[in-house]
């Protein structure tokens, strides 16, 4: 079936640095990505969608200057976190699904970030 | 308000015993998606529905969409130390390929 390949898993980072989070499908391309924030014993809360050689769309609330989208490829999206705080701290899993109507959104195995 | 409504909040089961979960939907659905997680890993995709009236199984899984496609069931048969997990349904509002919206989830334990 199909795989979506996110890295890395775990990251510490230092307070004001930045982290990219990679998400790749594997095996099949994907136009459309997308990035969620999972609070402790919350749900998932998508943060936007990335869309492969155009803008990302973020919901609302979610700061464009801070989490940065990249959709360079079909198969890649990254998501940088600028100048990192330590309430960026959380875990971030993407999601993608294949260019064909009616396909069910894969997950990454999520990145849990830690800003000391 | 919440779209997506998952209950129970959280399940304790003796192995063996079969269970059911449930997700309600505010709006009728394009598609429901049931998923399972083990807490800071990823998700593990489990079934889609689309049609109303729809039920798939896979192995000891069993979920369900009422005909107004606002409701999904999933049900466990003789539920094992290995079913449990977080089960979260997420909801397509808008067909197309487009984002999930999910529910908080629904913590089952299983007791050996």
């Known amino acids: 079936g199909a795989v979506v390949s996110q890295h890395p898993s775990r990251v510490i980072c230092k307070s004001g640095t930045s982290v990219k989070i990679e998400c790749r499908s594997l095996d099949f391309q994907a136009t459309t990505m997308f990035w969620y924030r999972q609070f402790p014993k919350k749900s998932l809360m998508l943060m936007a969608t990335s869309n492969e050689g155009s803008k990302a769309t973020y919901e609302q609330g979610v700061e464009k200057d801070k989490f940065l989208i990249n959709h360079a490829s079909l198969t890649l999206s990254t998501l940088t976190v600028t100048s990192a705080h330590p309430e960026d701290s959380s875990f971030y899993i993407c999601?993608?699904?294949?260019?064909?109507?009616?396909?069910?959104?894969?997950f990454g195995q999520g990145t849990r970030l830690t800003v000391v | 308000s919440q779209e997506l409504e998952q209950s129970p909040q959280s399940l304790i089961v003796q192995e063996g015993k079969n269970l059911t979960i449930n997700c309600t939907s505010s709006?009728?659905?394009?598609?429901l998606y049931w998923y399972k997680q083990k807490y800071g890993e990823g998700l593990i995709f489990l079934m889609m529905l689309q049609k109303g009236g729809e039920e798939k199984s896979h192995e000891k899984i069993t979920a369900k969409l009422d005909e107004k496609k606002q409701q999904s069931s999933l049900h466990i048969t003789a539920s094992q130390p290995s079913h449990a997990g977080i089960y979260l349904c997420?909801?397509?509002?808008?067909?197309?390929?487009?984002?999930?919206?999910f529910g908080k989830g629904i913590t089952l334990s299983v007791r050996p």
């Open positions: 997420g909801a397509d509002f808008t067909g197309a390929n487009s984002k999930l919206t």
């Open positions: 709006k009728t659905l394009y598609g």
């Open positions: 999601s993608a699904r294949e260019d064909r109507a009616n396909t069910e959104a894969f």
